[in-house]
């Protein structure tokens, strides 16, 4: 990567060579963004709390120097991490699939800025680069063959030394079918030290991870153990 672009710059070509594998299988995930449309606020009301995603939002918040640009990807309804990283004083934008989330969190976080897109589509630098990333369980709306693609192209998305705030949930899945809050969605997964195998072959340090479990409010969803990873680019 190019260490003098500007910070917020856009992404030169030679950065573009290295996202070409990313959903160069074009799947469909329309069906994904109509199931959180349909959910809407309901999504929040089915996963209260959220002590995990509040720590590491915090950890992201507070490492990174006052004004930073971040983006939250799969921002949802902007709760809890658009509003917790902007309520810190940072330069939020939030991409999402659904239009409806999308309408939400532009109402609970107004001072951000939020994009409808897939994450397939930062490839193009559009958005420019970023500090800090927040991707709290969107890369597990991914077949397991895209998640490296998109870790690389995160940290492509980072200025040298940018940090990452991931979570994923723990388990052994690829592409599978779940039902969620009266939908069928597709989830991917990993076992933890399969996790930090493809985390750290993306380009990231490791500098923190926590594995609370978590109940979800709906009586459909499972509880589950959750993987939070505190990354940062490697050079």
């Known amino acids: 990567m190019n ?5 917020g710059g856009p992404v030169s070509g030679d950065d573009l060579r290295e996202y070409d594998d990313y959903a160069r299988s074009g799947l469909d995930r329309s069906g994904q963004a109509e199931a959180f449309d349909a ?5 929040d009301e089915a996963f209260p709390h959220k002590e995990g995603q509040l720590a590491a939002g915090a950890w992201l ?8 640009r971040v983006l939250d990807v799969g921002c949802g309804t ?3 991490t658009a509003r917790q990283l902007a309520a810190a004083g940072h330069r939020v934008t939030g991409v999402d699939l659904s239009p409806g989330m999308l309408e939400l ?3 609970h976080v107004p001072e951000a800025t939020f994009h409808l897109a897939d994450l397939a589509d ?17 890369l597990l709306m991914l077949p397991r063959a895209e998640i490296p693609h998109a870790l690389r192209m995160l940290r492509q998305l980072l200025r040298p030394g940018g940090l990452l705030a991931l979570s994923m949930v723990e388990a052994d899945v690829d592409d599978y079918a779940i039902p969620f809050l009266g939908h069928s969605i597709r989830v991917s997964g990993y076992l933890r030290d399969d996790l930090r195998e493809v985390v750290r072959q993306a380009g990231f340090e490791i500098l923190g991870e926590s594995s ?3 109940a ?9 153990i959750q993987i939070f990873l505190n990354l940062r680019r490697a050079a």
């Open 3 to 7: 260490r003098s672009r500007r910070k």
């Open 39 to 43: 959910i809407g606020d309901r999504y």
């Open 61 to 68: 918040a507070e490492s990174l120097p006052p004004g930073s």
């Open 78 to 80: 902007g709760l809890p």
């Open 105 to 107: 969190a532009r109402a």
């Open 122 to 138: 930062l490839r193009d630098g559009r958005l420019g680069t970023f500090d800090g990333i927040a991707a709290f369980f969107s």
């Open 212 to 214: 609370p479990a978590y």
């Open 216 to 224: 979800p409010a709906s009586t459909d969803v499972p509880p589950e």
